[in-house]
Every structure is written in structure tokens, then in C-alpha cells.
């Protein structure tokens, strides 16, 4: 005689939040959002008072009414879903992200084709007190022979994506735009020879943008992030030449050039936030309304403990207090249709729609590598040049020994402190190279921010949960661009 052993069942690990006037949980295993009904809170309320078995789980639901069929299709889709988890091994929590194969196929470069910057910025982490950073004796203008290296290495291990991208980085990167237009062309060639498409981007401070350079960015659709920090008393705290004159006066006439001119991409602002620079408010209705920015993004510092320019824990909390007001505006806009601008809310929905489940924090050293002016590959442009994190050189390809044992330690599940945070399919632990700066380690969890992402990341939660209600529609037309771009 077989005996059949009923399941019993406790929550799973998930988030719960509500919005517009309904239930939702983020599922942690499977990074994914789901709107309860009645019937499916129902089961978790009743969880919420101690495990109880399949059978006593179908009997409360059909005793409010539903289907006894319909009540045993629905704890099973719970549990399918990992919503609820079974004591039976055969259903255990779903596992960590897997660790990437040896072989994954690249997919963008961070071409850093100069270390050369005709600014002075005193927190850069290029050149600052936190550099690692080691560029001496070697070249500071990447060669055309290099960059043609770095070229053929993208195709040749970009696998069978049929995309791939270019991102032009410095020191300044302008400074090298004659390298950058035979870049432009040798990789479009060799793109369309191997059957695939390449995209372009670049960073620039702006201090060097001229008609002709707007011209060639707008001809070949590359896009342009702009690392400015607001109006000009902010703008020149930091962001200064190596004689101490703020850059404001010059940037502004360019940037106005730029986004005029600038007709295939649109341009946005990433924005450094730094002891003294946080009025966030008042920087983004500079940058988007003022100066006509497309987006505009921001981020803390990188810093060690107790630079000048670092954040102190008040600031943040301000920092976060407007972050929370912008975003009501993005959902504001969002719920009436209407694009907002503020990108730290666009990229959270973005990945919320996607279902990412990170096994690490970005592409560093993964899909994505570094190079250096002298063709030394690195997990990312913030490791470029850096003696002790180089992955390997152009002409000889990737070091995969390096490249797994950086890859291994960065994994989230190396990182204890994140195997119970919720928000960890989104966050991974954090930047590699904030690790590194602040705890000597790439694989580090970045503890001191753990708070504001799991406030932030529910915040992001609560809206998607709005547009869900109010206007799904946005949320589809969202997921489209992005399969698009």
C-alpha cells in the first residue's frame, strides 16, 4: 500500500507591498512581481500564522467559496511559483543565480582612449585620493593599432549575439576624437563583415564639444552621457581645472550646442553627489529643465572613509528624501503617459519589468571589459589601467583565470550579509570597484548602502505596483523600448 504524504507549506522568501489599493509580492527566487488576488492572499494570510498542509490550504479556500479543483490548481501554482515552499527536498527554495560560464560572450568594451583629462576634478577616482589607478610609463593615447586589437577581440568573442557596443571613456575623451572617428569606422566595417550590428557611446565633461564633433556624434547615432553636476555653484565646487577655475562657463554654451544639435540620441547627465553637492532637486530642474537634458541620473561618490568630499549619513538620508519626491513626479507622469527624466527610477523599472535575477552586480569582467590606452583588458573602465585587476591584453586575449576568480568572488552568493536581503536580484552586493575603494575586496558586499537600496528598490516596487493599476500600458510600451534598444 503507497501512503501519499501531503506537502506543508511556509511562506517563501518574497517582498510584500501594496499600491493602488492592491496586493503585491516581489519573489525573491525568481525575481518577479506578482498582484495577489483575494484567493492567493488568502493562502498567505493563513501562512503567516504557521506552516500548514496542502490539504488544510485547499479546505479554507473552498470554504470561502472557491472550487475545491480551482483551490488545489492554485496552491500548486503558488508553489511552482515559489511564493510558498514545500518541506519536501524536491521542493526547496530555487537556487542562486548559476555562475557564468568560462566562455561567456562578450558583448560591449569601455574603450578608455586616453587617461589624459584636461580637468582636475577632486574627486575623481581616476586621479583623486582613492586612485588605484597606475598609468605611469605607460601610454596615455590609446594607439589605432590598439584600438583595432580591441575591435577584433569584441567580434571574435562576442559569440553569436548579433549586437554589439563601444563605449569611448577617458580621462576626457574628447581629447582623442580623432582616434575615435577611425574607431567609428574600422568597427562598423568589421561589424557588418561578421554579420552583426555595433552601437556607440561616450562619456565626455563637455569642455571640448565643437560643431564638427556634434556633427559626427549625430550622423552615427552615438550617444552621450555628460558627467555635470549642476548649476554653476555646484558645478564648480568640484568639477574644476588644474588652476582651480570652475569648468561651468565653459560647459554650458557646449552642452546647449549639444542638445540642439544632437538630433539621433538623446543626451543625459550623470550627476556625482558629494559633500555640499546634494541639493538633488535643484540640480535636476537645472539639467532637465534648464539646460534641456534628457535624462538625468545620480550617484554617491566612490570614496574611503573620511575623504573631504564624501557623503556623511544626514546627507544621505536628504539625498534619499528627494530622491522619493522625484520619483512621485515619475509616476506621475507615468500614470498620465508622459516620459519624466529621472533615470534612477527609469533604470529600477527597467530591470523590474525584465525579471533580473543578478548573479552579479553589472557586467564587469563578464560581458563587459576595460582597455586601456595601452590595450591592458580590465573588468571595467573604473579598473582601467590598475596593475593589480588587469584581465589579460588585447593581442593575447582574455586571462580566464583572472577573469574567474574575479567573477567567483563577486558572485552573490560569495557574499554572505546578502543571502537574506530581499533586494539582492537587483542590487548583487554592489559595485566592484565601490568594494574595492571601501573594503580592499571587489567581491565585498557594499554594506554602507545597503539600507538606501532596499529603501529605494521598494520605493521603485510601490510604483510599478501604481502603473500595474493605473496605466499598464506605460509598463508594456516601457518593455518594448528596451527590447529595442
Same mark, same amino acid.
Given at each position: 500500500?503507497?501512503?501519499?504524504?501531503?506537502?506543508?507549506?511556509? &511562506?517563501?522568501? %518574497?517582498?510584500?507591498?501594496?499600491?493602488?489599493?492592491?496586493?503585491?509580492? %516581489?519573489?525573491?527566487?525568481?525575481?518577479?512581481?506578482?498582484?495577489?488576488?483575494?484567493?492567493?492572499?488568502?493562502?498567505?494570510?493563513?501562512?503567516?500564522?504557521?506552516?500548514?498542509?496542502?490539504?488544510?490550504?485547499?479546505?479554507?479556500?473552498?470554504?470561502?467559496?472557491?472550487?475545491?479543483?480551482?483551490?488545489?490548481?492554485?496552491?500548486?501554482?503558488?508553489?511552482?511559483?515559489?511564493?510558498?515552499?514545500?518541506?519536501?527536498?524536491?521542493?526547496?527554495?530555487?537556487?542562486?543565480?548559476?555562475?557564468?560560464?568560462?566562455?561567456?560572450?562578450?558583448?560591449?568594451?569601455?574603450?578608455?582612449?586616453?587617461?589624459?583629462?584636461?580637468?582636475?576634478?577632486?574627486?575623481?577616482?581616476?586621479?583623486?585620493?582613492?586612485?588605484?589607478?597606475?598609468?605611469?610609463?605607460?601610454?596615455?593615447?590609446?594607439?589605432?593599432?590598439?584600438?583595432?586589437?580591441?575591435?577584433?577581440?569584441?567580434?571574435?568573442?562576442?559569440?553569436?549575439?548579433?549586437?554589439?557596443?563601444?563605449?569611448?571613456?577617458?580621462?576626457?575623451?574628447?581629447?582623442?576624437?580623432?582616434?575615435?572617428?577611425?574607431?567609428?569606422?574600422?568597427?562598423?566595417?568589421?561589424?557588418?563583415?561578421?554579420g552583426k550590428t555595433v552601437g556607440f557611446s561616450l562619456t565626455t565633461n563637455a569642455t571640448l564639444i565643437t560643431a564638427e564633433i556634434i556633427s559626427f556624434l549625430s550622423d552615427h547615432e552615438i550617444g552621450v552621457t555628460v558627467s555635470m553636476d549642476g548649476p554653476p555653484d555646484l558645478q564648480d565646487k568640484h568639477r574644476v581645472y588644474k588652476s582651480g577655475k570652475g569648468s561651468y562657463?565653459?560647459?554650458?554654451?557646449?552642452?546647449?550646442?549639444?542638445?540642439?544639435?544632437?538630433?539621433?540620441?538623446?543626451?543625459?547627465?550623470?550627476?556625482?553627489?558629494?559633500?555640499?553637492?546634494?541639493?538633488?532637486?535643484?540640480?535636476?530642474?537645472?539639467?532637465?529643465?534648464?539646460?534641456?537634458?534628457?535624462?538625468?541620473?545620480?550617484? &554617491?561618490?566612490?570614496?574611503?572613509?573620511?575623504?573631504?568630499?564624501?557623503?556623511?549619513?544626514?546627507?544621505?538620508?536628504?539625498?534619499?528624501?528627494?530622491?522619493?519626491?522625484?520619483?512621485?513626479?515619475?509616476?506621475?507622469?507615468?500614470?498620465?503617459?508622459?516620459?519624466?527624466?529621472?533615470?534612477?527610477?527609469?533604470?529600477?523599472?527597467?530591470?523590474?519589468?525584465?525579471?533580473?535575477?543578478?548573479?552579479?552586480?553589472?557586467?564587469?569582467?563578464?560581458?563587459?571589459?576595460?582597455?586601456?590606452?595601452?590595450?591592458?583588458?580590465?573588468?571595467?573602465?573604473?579598473?582601467?589601467?590598475?596593475?593589480?585587476?588587469?584581465?589579460?591584453?588585447?593581442?593575447?586575449?582574455?586571462?580566464?583565470?583572472?577573469?574567474?576568480?574575479?567573477?567567483?568572488?563577486?558572485?552573490?552568493?560569495?557574499? %554572505?550579509?546578502?543571502?537574506?536581503?530581499?533586494?539582492?536580484?537587483?542590487?548583487?552586493?554592489?559595485?566592484?570597484?565601490?568594494?574595492?575603494?571601501?573594503?580592499?575586496?571587489?567581491?565585498?558586499?557594499?554594506?554602507? %548602502?545597503?539600507?538606501?537600496?532596499?529603501d529605494w528598490t521598494d520605493r521603485c516596487l510601490r510604483i510599478y505596483g501604481e502603473l500595474a493599476v493605473k496605466n499598464p500600458a506605460f509598463l508594456e510600451r516601457f518593455a518594448q523600448r528596451k527590447a529595442l534598444s
Amino acid at each position: 500500500m503507497t501512503v501519499m504524504l501531503s506537502h506543508r507549506y511556509r &511562506p517563501g522568501e %518574497y517582498r510584500a507591498f501594496a499600491a493602488a489599493d492592491a496586493r503585491f509580492i %516581489y519573489v525573491v527566487g525568481a525575481g518577479s512581481i506578482f498582484q495577489l488576488d483575494a484567493a492567493a492572499a488568502q493562502v498567505l494570510d493563513l501562512l503567516e500564522d504557521g506552516a500548514a498542509d496542502h490539504d488544510d490550504l485547499v479546505r479554507a479556500l473552498a470554504d470561502r467559496g472557491m472550487p475545491a479543483a480551482d483551490a488545489d490548481e492554485l496552491v500548486r501554482e503558488l508553489r511552482f511559483a515559489g511564493v510558498i515552499l514545500s518541506d519536501q527536498a524536491a521542493y526547496a527554495p530555487a537556487p542562486a543565480p548559476d555562475h557564468p560560464p568560462a566562455d561567456f560572450p562578450l558583448q560591449a568594451l569601455v574603450l578608455n582612449i586616453t587617461n589624459q583629462c584636461n580637468l582636475a576634478c577632486t574627486y575623481c577616482y581616476e586621479f583623486g585620493a582613492d586612485k588605484i589607478a597606475t598609468p605611469q610609463g605607460k601610454k596615455k593615447y590609446m594607439s589605432i593599432d590598439t584600438a583595432r586589437e580591441s575591435v577584433d577581440l569584441l567580434i571574435a568573442q562576442s559569440g553569436a549575439r548579433k549586437g554589439v557596443h563601444i563605449t569611448f571613456f577617458g580621462g576626457e575623451t574628447l581629447m582623442n576624437f580623432p582616434l575615435l572617428k577611425q574607431v567609428v569606422a574600422y568597427a562598423t566595417d568589421r561589424a557588418t563583415e561578421a554579420g552583426k550590428t555595433v552601437g556607440f557611446s561616450l562619456t565626455t565633461n563637455a569642455t571640448l564639444i565643437t560643431a564638427e564633433i556634434i556633427s559626427f556624434l549625430s550622423d552615427h547615432e552615438i550617444g552621450v552621457t555628460v558627467s555635470m553636476d549642476g548649476p554653476p555653484d555646484l558645478q564648480d565646487k568640484h568639477r574644476v581645472y588644474k588652476s582651480g577655475k570652475g569648468s561651468y562657463a565653459v560647459v554650458e554654451p557646449r552642452l546647449r550646442a549639444l542638445i540642439a544639435g544632437h538630433r539621433t540620441r538623446a543626451i543625459t547627465a550623470r550627476v556625482t553627489l558629494t559633500d555640499g553637492v546634494t541639493d538633488v532637486l535643484r540640480i535636476y530642474r537645472h539639467l532637465k529643465d534648464e539646460l534641456g537634458f534628457h535624462e538625468v541620473g545620480f550617484a &554617491p561618490v566612490t570614496s574611503g572613509d573620511a575623504r573631504s568630499y564624501s557623503l556623511a549619513a544626514g546627507e544621505m538620508d536628504g539625498v534619499l528624501a528627494q530622491f522619493h519626491q522625484l520619483a512621485d513626479e515619475w509616476l506621475d507622469h507615468a500614470i498620465a503617459g508622459r516620459s519624466h527624466g529621472f533615470s534612477n527610477v527609469s533604470e529600477t523599472i527597467s530591470e523590474l519589468i525584465q525579471g533580473v535575477h543578478k548573479s552579479h552586480p553589472c557586467g564587469a569582467g563578464l560581458g563587459l571589459l576595460g582597455v586601456s590606452p595601452s590595450g591592458d583588458l580590465s573588468p571595467c573602465h573604473r579598473f582601467t589601467d590598475a596593475d593589480t585587476h588587469t584581465m589579460g591584453h588585447v593581442s593575447s586575449g582574455i586571462d580566464r583565470e583572472r577573469q574567474r576568480d574575479f567573477l567567483a568572488r563577486g558572485h552573490v552568493d560569495a557574499k %554572505y550579509e546578502c543571502q537574506s536581503c530581499w533586494a539582492r536580484p537587483l542590487c548583487a552586493g554592489g559595485c566592484h570597484h565601490e568594494a574595492f575603494v571601501r573594503y580592499g575586496d571587489t567581491g565585498h558586499a557594499n554594506l554602507h %548602502y545597503c539600507d538606501w537600496i532596499r529603501d529605494w528598490t521598494d520605493r521603485c516596487l510601490r510604483i510599478y505596483g501604481e502603473l500595474a493599476v493605473k496605466n499598464p500600458a506605460f509598463l508594456e510600451r516601457f518593455a518594448q523600448r528596451k527590447a529595442l534598444s
